[in-house]
């Protein structure tokens, strides 16, 4: 059951090329090459990140070449090229979060997700790791938010510690575990009928 759930949760966010293409053709008719910026923006608000087909989807429908397109997505660090966890961890690296060791705590979850510099999404696709600017919540330092990838979901913790971490990710993977079991159970209940 884990290895289905965590196959489901991978390829969930991942959109048909088709998909892609069709709704790149809708945004990019009326636009000019000035509007890349925009157009990338539109792509990564429809689907949380810009994937390969988006890109190549834009170079193509705007007659730039790919290379300047894939420059401009990865210059800005706005742009994302993989697509988000269910659950995007975000470590706050303001003064005060800085000051108690939150650098440590950023460290401490990526080696905890099996994350490496280049890659900020888990392999099963529950958890992207970000560090993030000030909060506004000093008080609480170092601070973490976990928030689900469609922004719905915002939870945030405070005097965070590797232990207090490591709980927290746990509660979430059960969590979700739970999730995902109970919608593939309720799937094949449907199948049955």
Do not use: W
Request: hydrophobic share 40%; charged share 20%; net charge positive.
């Amino acid at each position: 059951m884990h290895k289905s759930a965590t196959t489901l949760l991978a390829s969930s966010n991942i959109p048909s090329k088709n998909e892609v293409y069709l709704f790149v053709s809708k945004i990019t008719s009326k636009s000019s090459r000035n509007n890349l910026i925009k157009i990338l923006q539109a792509v990564q608000n429809r689907y949380g990140y810009l994937p390969e087909a988006g890109l190549k989807a834009i170079s193509q429908f705007m007659n730039i070449p790919l290379s300047r397109v894939y420059g401009v997505a990865t210059f800005y660090h706005q742009f994302k090229l993989e697509p988000p966890g269910r659950y995007v961890i975000l470590v706050c690296m303001g003064t005060a979060c800085h000051a108690k060791g939150n650098m440590n705590n950023y460290e401490f979850l990526r080696l905890l997700l099996g994350l490496d510099s280049n890659k900020h999404t888990t392999e099963d696709g529950m958890f992207s790791l970000e560090s993030a600017r000030c909060f506004g919540c000093c008080s609480l330092a170092p601070v973490i938010m976990i928030m689900s990838s469609d922004g719905s979901y915002k939870r945030l913790y405070g005097h965070v510690t590797p232990m207090l971490l490591k709980k927290i990710i746990n509660e979430y993977r059960v969590k979700v575990l739970k999730e995902v079991t109970i919608h593939v159970g309720h799937t094949k209940r449907n199948f049955v009928r």
